[in-house]
T-cell receptor
């Protein structure tokens, strides 16, 4: 079974600064997807960014980018030019590319605070 | 707004009771997933349906059941409720069960068992 670990329960960043959230995962599969979801106080789960394991290039979405290290099974999220609206829980998630089940397996989350 | 709707938003009930949570997927989406978010267990996959058929089961208790109807909406039934069932229940939908298809989450139903 796959597991996802987020070792930082809480992080804090000043507005306009850059912060990196860590995620590691364990799997015996070679083909899979990795995701970062954001959960603001409204509780809505919002997809931030997605990475296909077969792609060596790191995914980027505006101010959000990832550092995907497949051999190390590491998948960190970098938020540049942090904004107050970035304050939320961030969840790292894994999804197998094979088999019939396409469930998401989530980490425990990192709470990000953004200060002035 | 993801296009996935869930009702009710909040539900308060007592131990031993039974409740039904409803989910309407995005227009065109055939696959529905249910997840539970609790303080103890974090975010966990419960069950998946595709076009009316059960596709995969996760950590779903025997007291819980679900189904997807011909109009593609889904219901999650929780019975003999316990205090530990208090959680946020999310429904997500995707076009198909293929891993390439993004899952879009609804706003969730917050269940409180007293």
């Amino acid at each position: 079974a796959q597991t996802v670990t987020q070792s930082q329960p809480e992080m804090s960043v000043q507005e306009a600064e850059t912060v990196t959230l860590s995620c590691t995962y364990d799997t015996s599969e070679s083909d899979y997807y990795l995701f970062w979801y954001k959960q603001p106080p409204s509780r809505q789960m919002i997809l931030v960014i997605r990475q296909e394991a077969y792609k060596q290039q790191n995914a980027t979405e505006n101010r959000f980018s990832v550092n995907f290290q497949k051999a190390a099974k590491s998948f960190s999220l970098k938020i540049s030019d942090s904004q107050l609206g970035d304050a939320a829980m961030y969840f790292c998630a894994y999804r197998s590319r094979t088999g019939t089940a396409s469930k998401l397996t989530f980490g425990t989350g990192t709470r990000l605070q953004v200060t002035l | 707004d993801s296009g996935v709707t869930q009702t009710p938003k909040h539900l308060i009930t007592a131990t031993g009771q039974r409740v039904t949570l409803r989910c309407s997927p995005r227009s065109g989406d055939l696959s529905v997933y249910w997840y539970q978010q609790s303080l103890d267990q974090g975010l966990q996959f419960l069950i998946q349906y595709y076009n009316g058929e059960e596709r995969a089961k996760g950590n779903i208790l025997e007291r819980f059941s679900a189904q997807q109807f011909p109009d593609l909406h889904s219901e999650l039934n929780l019975s003999s409720l316990e205090l530990g069932d208090s959680a946020l229940y999310f429904c997500a939908s995707s076009v198909s069960p293929r891993p390439t298809d993004t899952q879009y989450f609804g706003p969730g139903t917050r269940l409180t068992v007293l």
